[in-house]
């Protein structure tokens, strides 16, 4: 019988210490040459107890994803609040995604995605959480492009259209830059981007600099 937590309430904090775990181990080495008993020594349990928690290694990494992504998307509603225009709402959106940030305090975390697409291209299991992840970054961006057009800032668009083109797009900026792609850097990243959701929603914007830091971006 596999191993259970000693008690309640500890439980929720031992399961965030293993994700926390998971999560930097992927970063540092790859899910392949990750294993269960690292994650357990990492935080000082048992093997099996980890599998009580998550069941699967598949498993644990999508929650320790979804762990590493809680950053994100606190420091997403925090500048999404902050402003209703939606020149500045896309505008700090793509800074979040392509321009490196501070908020995740597990080095390398964008790797994760890397692991989760490998995984999900075989294993039902993973594709279906990919489905799911990828779901919820894509509402963010549809939800701002109907409040522009809500707002009249915008004209009438397919919100769900650009959510799925803008989000694939700054999916694949963002391996560049994670990739240090001499030809895509953060700064071209960003305005290529912006020029993107400028042309297709018909926003005019003045052009940015931004100040590049050391931390890695998200996706």
Do not use: N
Not at 34 to 42: E, F, M, N, Q, Y
Request: glycine letters at 6%; a neutral charge; charged letters at 30%.
């Amino acid at each position: 019988m596999a191993a259970r937590p000693a008690t309640e309430g500890s439980a929720d904090q031992r399961r965030d210490a293993m994700l926390r775990a998971a999560a930097e181990l992927i970063a540092e080495r790859g899910f392949a040459d990750t294993r269960i008993a690292d994650v357990a020594k990492r935080v000082g349990a048992s093997p099996a107890l980890v599998i009580y928690y998550f069941g699967t290694k598949d498993r644990l990494l999508t929650e320790a994803l979804r762990f590493s992504e809680q950053s994100f998307y606190a420091a997403a509603d925090r500048l999404l609040a902050s402003t209703s225009s939606i020149e500045k709402r896309l505008d700090a959106l793509v800074q979040l995604t392509c321009i490196p940030q501070d908020y995740d305090d597990i080095p390398g975390a964008w790797g994760l995605w890397f692991d989760l697409w490998a995984q999900a291209f075989r294993h039902p299991e993973v594709k279906r959480d990919r489905v799911e992840l990828d779901q919820r970054w894509r509402s963010i961006i549809e939800r701002i492009v109907r409040d522009g057009i809500r707002a009249g800032e915008i004209a009438e668009v397919d919100a769900k259209q650009f959510a799925v083109t803008f989000a694939a797009l700054l999916d694949g900026l963002s391996i560049q830059t994670a990739l240090e792609d001499p030809e895509v850097d953060p700064q071209r990243a960003y305005g290529i981007a912006m020029d993107f959701a400028a042309g297709t929603l018909g926003i005019s914007r003045r052009a940015k600099r931004r100040r590049r830091s050391s931390a890695s971006t998200r996706r």
